[in-house]
Nanobody, 120 residues
Framework: VQLQASGGGLVQPGGSLRLSCAASGSIFRINSMGWYRQAPGKQRELVAVITRGGSTNYADSVKGRFTISRDSAKNTVYLQMNSLKPEDMAVYYC???????????????WGQGTQVTVSS
């Protein structure tokens, strides 16, 4: 199983970016999918998560600015980031809780990370 993230880049404060992360490989079912970020010198933190049923949860710092969504048919999760601030600058990692067989046992998988730079 692999998670391939894309969509990072350089944006000015107040701008927008959309991150995508596609899961591929031997997948029976994907439970939750989410985005985390890690800024230099800081711990990795949860940004947003979405369950298989579509329930979402956001870090307080991004509520009202970021939107997480998923396309279950494509095994893909998205993060629409609006009104970006310099403090949003970090490496963003996607995460997925994946079930690989009918046993129901799940494993966490991580994408490779994509850099988001917010600077004028």
């Amino acid at each position: 199983v692999q998670l391939q993230a894309s969509g990072g880049g350089l944006v000015q404060p107040g701008g927008s970016l959309r991150l995508s992360c596609a899961a591929s490989g031997s997948i029976f079912r994907i439970n939750s999918m989410g985005w985390y970020r890690q800024a230099p010198g800081k711990q990795r933190e949860l940004v947003a998560v979405i369950t298989r049923g579509g329930s979402t949860n956001y870090a307080d710092s991004v509520k009202g600015r970021f939107t997480i969504s998923r396309d279950s048919a494509k095994n893909t999760v998205y993060l629409q980031m609006n009104s970006l601030k310099p403090e949003d600058m970090a490496v963003y990692y996607c995460n997925a809780e994946i079930v690989r067989s009918s046993s129901g046992f799940s494993t966490d998988y991580w994408g490779q990370g994509t850099q988001v730079t917010v600077s004028s």
